[in-house]
């Protein structure tokens, strides 16, 4: 806590940051990053942006409860607050309050102690400024916090005397007074100054209190904690105190209560707070609310975590595999239909919101996107098959760097936006701002916590609203957010049991890209112990299964889920072999041959009898049919077969007829032919115009490279480190310049002219060149800084404050304070050059 000294105190803000190392001033821009947008030329402009509404409001919704406590405290006292008042307004004064309880000593004790961590918080953003006797809210804040208006502040106190009186009548301000016991003034505003000093002495404020009627009492009980305001049927009416009948009518004569409309009267400030016994809130938060630790084992809490981990990333790649042919089409809105999403679970043996959850971070991770068609659809990107072929850990630690960055929130998927339209997966108006800080200060909370716990939710939402308190309506979404959180974690494997596993932890700590590439490295190492090895082999069943007894390397399981189709998924997954799922096999180009070798290669078991002959059945009947365009034909060398076909009721669609005795021609498109006839149990092949077998491949549909979508913020990002540096010595660079006292030869000559002659009012300085030329050289042997004013090439002009090394050939080599580094300035482009003072250099 810093103390400020009454000939050391700033005059302004722009003094008082003046007066901050660029330590300070850095932690200022990374505090509130809107700040730099652009960067300010110098500390006054700074100043001047750190106090518009729009800043101030965004700075204080990024304060936690209790020095937002803080400054609501000081933006209903006077300005400037020495500390020890405003310790006062937040612990209470040393007597009992008329009105509620005092504070236990505890939490006097906990305000005592967290008062300058606050203090200093509002100082470091520019909330507050001055020494610890002078503390002076930014105006901004101040009105934000306690608006002059019929709105009550914060803490539930109306306006003071001064304001509510605005407009009374001086005669009907010395009949307050005399009915409240206080002698008469000359002027209105020593009235107000009376009736102000009256309210704001406790002892006198309970003299008065105490004697008025029990039921005058109750009305100031409803009022003192707030809302200060209550309906009357006349207010404005004067009244004495001889002739007041109601509660509310003693309480006008004697000016406890004011006017605040024709229908409404309001309790004074001053006379609030004393009723409080000086106290600006009756419960102070000076500490988080506890988070009580759910012990969990720790080793059973990682491994929990790591076999979901693994889940994950098999589920994803699940989602990949099932939409490699292409996935489905984009709706005209954007996102994909209801339709698609339930057809989509079902193929992966999820729920709805399950099957939304993994689509989201698919897209987030860069993994899915649309393929940019004419009939837009969704298909993998090239990101994909480079992430499908790294080892688990790296591809999970992918997903959780994107699930904790995102903004898109899967969540709200299937509910409806203002207009009434239904939100769709992977479609617009899913992010939600909010979201990555909720995820991120969750996990944090639970990093906290010993290794192993996990946490009540409740507790963890009253600790986030502590944390950062939000408006009723973002409170809510916040609500939901953090259900999502703590349900998407345990999906996803960051957590196991509820509580935060040790893989998940070196992604909390980052924040840049390059640090959360790091953090992804770290996770990943972390997490790959505590997985299976990837195995080489299944166990093939006689019953046309095969067994994968763990996580298979990624070349088998991508040939295996071609051959079979996954029958049962778990810690064994199971495959049945289909004569579907062996044709598709050989439509991918593999021989016989290649499958039998390929099982006796990978299997544990003996390739039992059946699988054999299902494997030499199909592929012996595979290809004997031939499909092409004619629209589309059919060549056999069994004429017998294609006898049989004609004559088959189920290929009367088809439109066959016979050209020769090993050719039929058809109708129908050779797509649908083949699909047909499938459909009836053969097992056609497609050949292209030359007569080979068309080869086709799962993995043919990629969309064009793709970024995955990038989130969407409520304000501008922090900037990385180096660069709020450079901003820093910009602005001192501007603010030297600006602030500058100069010692130019020309102050006592004739009026500064410009290259034409004509006056200058730009503010540049203006030399002759041979003086331009003879400054510069001296500077160069004394070392000092020179403030100059330069017109580039495209004709802008600017103010710099230099530091000139050599002057030689039409050009000065200096180093340029400006933008912190060395630059050369062409002499004839310098239009004059003026000496630092020696109490600015």
């Known amino acids: 806590m810093t103390t400020g000294g009454q000939g050391s105190a700033p005059r302004t803000l722009a003094e008082d940051l003046r007066a901050r190392d660029d330590e300070a001033l850095v932690r200022l821009l990374r505090a509130r990053p809107d700040l730099l947008s652009p960067v300010p030329n110098d500390l006054t402009q700074l100043a001047t942006r750190a106090s518009t509404r729009t800043s101030v409001v965004r700075a204080l919704e990024h304060l936690d409860r209790f020095t937002q406590q803080v400054a609501e405290a000081l933006a209903v006292t006077a300005d400037p607050c020495p500390y020890e008042t405003l310790l006062t307004l937040l612990t209470g004064g040393p007597g009992p309050a008329a009105h509620g309880e005092p504070l236990p000593p505890e939490t006097v004790e906990a305000v005592t102690a967290a008062l300058p961590r606050a203090v200093d918080v509002l100082r470091a953003r520019a909330l507050l400024w001055g020494g610890d006797d002078r503390l002076r809210l930014v105006r901004t804040a101040r009105d934000v916090l306690a608006p002059a208006a019929t709105v009550p502040s914060a803490t539930g106190l109306g306006p003071s005397v001064s304001e509510a009186t605005a407009g009374m009548s001086p005669s009907r301000l010395q009949e307050i007074l005399a009915d409240a016991g206080l002698p008469a003034t000359h002027d209105p505003m020593s009235a107000v100054t009376a009736l102000a000093g009256l309210f704001a002495d406790g002892a006198r404020t309970a003299a008065l209190v105490g004697s008025a009627p029990d039921d005058a009492r109750a009305v100031l009980d409803r009022l003192v904690w707030g809302p200060p305001y209550g309906e009357v049927r006349d207010a404005t009416v004067p009244v004495r105190a001889a002739d007041a009948v109601t509660p509310v009518q003693w309480l006008l004569a004697r000016g406890l209560l004011l006017p605040a409309g024709q229908h409404n009267v309001l309790l004074p400030r001053e006379a609030a707070l004393s009723l409080r016994g000086g106290r600006a809130h009756r419960t102070p938060e000076p500490t988080p609310p506890a988070v009580s630790p759910v012990p969990r084992t720790e080793r059973t809490v990682d491994l929990t975590a790591a076999g979901q981990a693994l889940t994950a990333v098999g589920t994803v790649g699940e989602l990949l595999r099932e939409w490699q042919t292409g996935g489905p089409a984009v709706l005209r809105a954007g996102g994909i239909s209801v339709r698609d999403l339930k057809r989509t679970a079902t193929a992966l043996d999820l729920t709805e919101p399950q099957a939304a959850f993994w689509l989201e971070l698919a897209y987030a991770a860069g993994l899915i996107a649309t393929d940019g068609e004419v009939d837009e659809a969704y298909a993998p990107t090239p990101a994909a098959d480079l992430w499908l072929q790294q080892p688990a850990q790296e591809r999970w630690a992918a997903l959780a760097a994107a699930w904790l960055t995102a903004t898109r929130t899967p969540g709200v998927v299937g509910t409806r936006d203002a207009k009434g339209r239904a939100l769709s997966a992977l479609g617009p108006d899913l992010d939600r701002s909010l979201a990555p800080r909720v995820r991120r200060r969750t996990l944090r909370i639970l990093a906290e916590l010993p290794p192993g716990s996990a946490a009540a ?227 056609p092949a497609a050949e292209s115009a030359d007569g080979d077998v068309l080869i086709t491949r799962a993995d043919a549909r990629r969309t064009p490279p793709r970024t995955p979508p990038a989130p969407v913020t409520d304000g501008p990002p922090v900037p990385a480190g180096p660069l709020l540096g450079a901003a820093v010595k910009a602005i001192r660079a501007g603010d030297r310049a600006s602030t500058a006292v100069r010692r130019s030869p020309a102050d006592s000559a004739a ?44 004709g802008s002009a600017s103010q710099r404050v230099i530091a000139p090394v050599r002057v030689e050939g039409g050009y000065v080599t200096a180093y340029d304070h400006t933008v912190d580094e060395m630059r050369t300035f062409a002499l004839h482009r310098v239009t004059g050059v003026s000496e630092l003072a020696e109490d600015s250099a």
């Not at 763990?550 to 040939?559: C, I």
């Not at 180009?589 to 059946?610: I, K, M, N, Y």
């Open 457 to 683: 939710p409740d507790e963890l939402l009253a600790r986030l609203r502590w944390d950062r308190p939000l408006r009723p309506g973002a409170d809510a979404l916040r609500a939901d957010l953090l259900r999502w959180t703590l349900q998407d974690a345990e999906n996803l494997g960051l957590t196991g049991r509820g509580a935060l596993a040790a893989h998940a932890r070196p992604l909390l700590s980052w924040h840049s890209a390059a640090e959360l590439s790091a953090a992804t490295v770290a996770a990943a190492g972390l997490l790959g112990p505590l997985l299976p090895e990837p195995l080489d082999h299944v166990l093939l069943q006689a019953d046309l299964t095969a067994v994968a007894p763990g996580p298979l390397m990624a070349p088998l399981a991508e040939t295996l889920g071609v051959l079979a189709d996954i029958e049962s998924k778990g810690g064994a997954t199971v495959y049945r072999f289909t004569p579907e799922s062996v044709r598709r096999a050989l439509d991918a180009g593999r021989t016989a041959a290649e499958l039998q070798d390929f099982l006796t290669a990978h299997s544990r078991t003996p390739v039992p009898q059946p699988l054999s002959y299902l494997i030499d059945d199909v592929a012996r009947r595979h290809g004997t049919l031939r499909v092409g365009a004619a629209s589309a034909y059919l060549r056999c060398d069994d004429d017998a077969l294609l006898t049989e076909l004609l004559a088959d009721r189920r290929a009367a669609g088809l439109g066959l007829r016979r050209l020769a005795p090993t050719v039929l021609a058809a109708q129908s498109e050779p797509g649908v032919l083949l699909d047909k006839l499938r459909a009836m149990g053969l097992a």
């Open 751 to 794: 009026p500064a002219t410009g290259p034409t002659g004509a006056a200058s009012g730009d503010g540049l300085p203006r030399t002759p060149a041979a003086d331009t030329l003879a400054t510069m050289q001296a500077a160069v042997l004394s070392g000092e800084s020179l403030w100059i004013g330069y017109v580039n090439a495209e």
